[in-house]
């Protein structure tokens, strides 16, 4: 069965302090790895598509990376706007289905 | 590019009763998902359509559980006799045809009482 875990649930982190988010995949015949924003009582935000191992791709503060069991998000000096529910979801199929992890929740305090 | 539309975006209801909800994909996209999320769990696949055609359905997706897309343009899906159990937010997602990434509308919020 096709499973996406991500760690750690949680996150606090004080405003300027760099950490990673983690997504570690068991997924057959994986099309693309996915990072999605979701804020509170919103519908997730796509953030980024990786295709293979080695690919990385940025925004603002944030970077992915993806290996070939892992995804990484890193947070670069991040602000409290980027406190959120960080989502993590692997591909099939044409990437018709996605299989998401349960999410890590930012804090970023000020 | 108005983006993913979704009505209601909340509905609540007594156990029993049927309930439908809408969704509007972003224009000249063909494919249309829908999943369903509970609180603290990520979204779960349901189903999704290219143009009209429904292509898969989950295990989830239980006989009281209908989703259509006429003409290949808006699609809804229709809960019938409600359970509490089908309490969740409903998210619909478009994209452009094979390998394209996922837009999600902000939902649809069910409680069933």
């Known amino acids: 069965e096709d499973q996406v875990t991500q760690s750690p649930e949680a996150l606090r982190l004080q405003e300027g302090e760099s950490s990673s988010l983690n997504c570690s995949y068991t997924?057959?015949?994986?099309?693309?790895l996915f990072w999605y924003r979701q804020d509170p009582g919103k519908g997730p935000e796509f953030l980024f598509t990786l295709y293979s191992a080695g690919e990385e791709k940025e925004k603002e503060r944030l970077k992915a990376t993806l290996t070939k069991k892992e995804s990484f998000l890193h947070i670069t000096a991040p602000k409290p706007e980027d406190s959120a529910t960080y989502l993590c979801a692997g591909g099939t199929g044409a990437n018709s289905k996605l299989t998401f992890g349960k999410g890590i929740t930012l804090s970023v305090r000020p | 590019d108005t983006g993913v539309s979704q009505d209601p975006r909340h509905k609540i209801t007594k156990r029993g009763q049927n309930v439908t909800f809408r969704c509007d994909p972003i224009?000249?996209?063909?494919?249309l998902y829908w999943y369903r999320q509970t609180l603290g769990q990520g979204p779960e696949f349901l189903t999704y359509?290219?143009?009209?055609?429904?292509?898969?359905k989950s295990r989830l997706l239980s006989d009281r559980f209908s989703a259509e897309r006429p003409k290949g343009s808006f699609s809804t899906l229709e809960i019938q006799r409600t359970e509490q159990g089908d309490s969740a937010m409903y998210l619909c997602a478009s994209s452009l045809a094979i390998g394209g990434e996922q837009y999600f509308g902000p939902g649809t919020r069910l409680t069933v009482t």
């Open positions: 359509f290219q143009n009209e055609a429904q292509l898969e």
């Open positions: 997924v057959s015949g994986l099309r693309g």
């Open positions: 224009s000249e996209h063909n494919r």
